[in-house]
């Protein structure tokens, strides 16, 4: 009887022992999953969060999803044959786009009335960090601040409360405090970002503190590979990034 292919060892780099470990685990992980699943995406992520990409994973409890250590990836689908022969024929076609923080997806969950819809409709948004450009602009409104700092009616929202006007000023907004309330000083409110701004510390924490979540997590899937006709398919935002 013939031996399996994973059945041989196969040296991937460097590691500790518990490196290695890891290492030969994800190996053979994605080596299995080439040969069970009938479709593997390669995915790239915009604003990762684990929380989100926690829901990513239960939402797809069928499939197998892999992220980080691309090199390793890489091989187990076939990148130097000399090192491991490919699972499943044509898979290594997607080696190429696994450049930078990107993913695998294998599942048997068809791309153009499944996945594909699915990343392209779900973009969970949550509070941003610094150094991430702002999807929006965003400015208080002069006079009583509330809450949600205009961002709902004032009858559904309620004032902020007096003891964060200390900080308000910390972050260098012009505020006062009148009977109890905290009041934003002028005629025209204060501007936090425009839309495209990259943000700092400062501006995060006033977002955040007003309740107003600008950072959408987005997963793009850049190409993907088909058992049934083992090739390879990239997607418009996959031609878009090999091209830059």
Not at 17 to 42: D, N, R
Not at 51 to 56: A, C, D, P, S, Y
Not at 84 to 95: D, F, M, V, Y
Not at 170 to 180: C, E, I, M, P, Q
Request: a neutral charge; glycine letters at 8%.
């Amino acid at each position: 009887m013939p031996k399996s292919k994973r059945a041989k060892v196969i040296h991937l780099t460097k590691t500790t022992k518990k490196g290695k470990e890891s290492t030969e685990k994800l190996f053979t992980a994605v080596q299995e999953a080439a040969e069970k699943y009938a479709y593997c995406y390669v995915f790239s992520v915009d604003n990762m969060r684990n929380n989100h990409l926690k829901e990513v994973r239960s939402e797809l409890a069928d499939s197998r999803l892999f992220f980080g250590k691309t090199k390793v990836m890489s091989i187990a689908l076939g990148a130097n044959p000399s090192r491991a022969p490919e699972p499943t024929s044509g898979i290594s076609a997607l080696c190429p786009h696994l450049i930078g923080s990107v993913g695998l997806l294998f599942t048997s969950r068809p791309p153009a009335i499944d996945i594909l819809p699915f990343f392209t409709d779900w973009t969970p948004l949550s509070y941003a960090r610094a150094g991430t450009p702002a999807s929006r602009s965003f400015a208080l409104p002069p006079g009583v601040l509330y809450s949600r700092g205009g961002e709902v009616p004032v009858e559904d929202d309620v004032p902020l409360a007096a003891s964060l006007e200390p900080t308000l000023r910390k972050w260098g907004l012009s505020t006062r405090l009148v009977k109890g309330r905290v009041e934003l000083e002028g005629e025209e409110g204060y501007k936090v970002c425009d839309e495209g701004e990259v943000l700092d510390s400062r501006q995060t924490a006033i977002l955040k503190q007003f309740g107003v979540q600008t950072s959408e997590f987005r997963v793009r899937i850049k190409a993907y590979w088909s058992a049934a006709t083992g090739e390879v398919t990239v997607t418009d935002e996959g031609a878009e990034e090999m091209q830059e």
